[in-house]
């Protein structure tokens, strides 16, 4: 009984797997990164992450700042208060992929999320 | 003959109508009805006094409903005044960041040199970090935008970061 329940729960860890280390390059023209939050986490270096902080103040307004570095120690960020953007960046957990583009003057040209059962 | 030229006349007192109707409601403006004055035979004809006298009292019927409806109540008027004097009030208040945006607060000065030196010497440390964290929520938006891109292009530009983690607390 205690077997079955064993395999049971290892057949449903054996769904499909992001392994989206931290990324960073550009993309017409712009700063980008990019990476999957759990095998960012899990990653034998112990020099890469990523994420976004959300900046809220007593005006009402709230200002987010995304920055990922990867396992070589190549930083890039963004900042906004883009209400989009923050949504996205509220909506990140565990679960979540993160994309973010950086345009020219360190504003956030485009902040994207996907939170999804291969990000786990 | 006198149907016809009555019927006429209707025409003209209804166009009329709809184009005193489509001008007092705000509707796309429509050309006067001129074209019935290019009406043809029974347009010309002369109608007699007493017609004429019939079609007068439609028309001053017509357009003392259309002024009746077009008049604006009392309830109305007081609105609009409300309404007035509510954008023009609007207009010369400033809005309060617009009026701290005319001139940089000390905070954001203090700020914005915070970065220069910290991209003067190449690195920002988690002590820069600290001190410009602590001033950005005395700023205004426009400032503190201002102040995170500044920090945003330095970094990515290849300033170096003393840390792991945010650019800001």
Redesign the interface.
Known sequence: MLGASLLATGVALAGSSSNQQVVVGTTGGL?YAKGTFRPVRNSADSTQ?I?C?I?A???G?R?I?C?A?DAVGN???????DPGMVQVAASLNPASYLYFV?N????CNRVISVNASYNL | MKTALACALCALVGAGGAWWFASSTGAPKVDPPVAVRDAPAPARTVPTPTEVAVLRGIMREELAAALKEQAPSPMSAASASAALAAAAASAQAPDPDEERNLEPSPVFVQAQAQVQASIAKGKWTEQDREQVSGELGRMTQKERDEVMRSVSRALNAGMRVDFAGPPFL
């Not at chain 1, 930083?75 to 208060?81: D, E, G, V």
């Not at chain 1, 020219?104 to 504003?107: I, N, T």
């Open positions: 700063l992450y994420g902080s900046y103040y007593d005006s307004s200002s700042a920055y570095t930083y890039r960020n963004c900042s906004t208060s950086v020219a003057d360190g504003s």
